[in-house]
Nanobody
Framework: QVQLVQSGGGLVQAGGSLRLSCAASGSIFTIYAMGWYRQVSGKQRELVAIIISGGSTNYADSVKGRVIISRDNAKNTVDLQMNSLKPEDTAVYYC???????????????WGQGTQVTVSS
């Protein structure tokens, strides 16, 4: 079994910065993709940023130029540095990883517990 634990988030004024972190633990063989999604109440969860094992990244158009995703394969962690935050960035942010466990089963998706990010105007 694999667990993802998030940290960071909170309340920040518009224009400010926040850093989110997520650490995976458990029976991990390899992690293919790591990413961050966000969800506003009543809306679908949407991709913020994703980074695959080779280091390639993809960002939502709404955050390009303001957000940087990074991963540490040795520590099984993924971070999201968010700058120039806007009120429309307010949401619950979820960490995501696609993990192959040591049990040999096909890789599967795991999610963090979610953390609230609130940007005040």
């Amino acid at each position: 079994q694999v667990q993802l634990v998030q940290s960071g988030g909170g309340l920040v004024q518009a224009g400010g910065s926040l850093r989110l972190s997520c650490a995976a633990s458990g029976s991990i063989f390899t992690i293919y993709a790591m990413g961050w999604y966000r969800q506003v109440s009543g809306k679908q969860r949407e991709l913020v940023a994703i980074i695959i094992s080779g280091g390639s990244t993809n960002y939502a158009d709404s955050v390009k130029g303001r957000v940087i995703i990074s991963r540490d394969n040795a520590k099984n962690t993924v971070d999201l540095q968010m700058n120039s935050l806007k009120p429309e960035d307010t949401a619950v942010y979820y960490c995501y990883m696609n993990v192959m466990s040591r049990n040999g089963e096909p890789s599967r998706d795991y999610w963090g517990q979610g953390t609230q990010v609130t940007v005040s105007s």
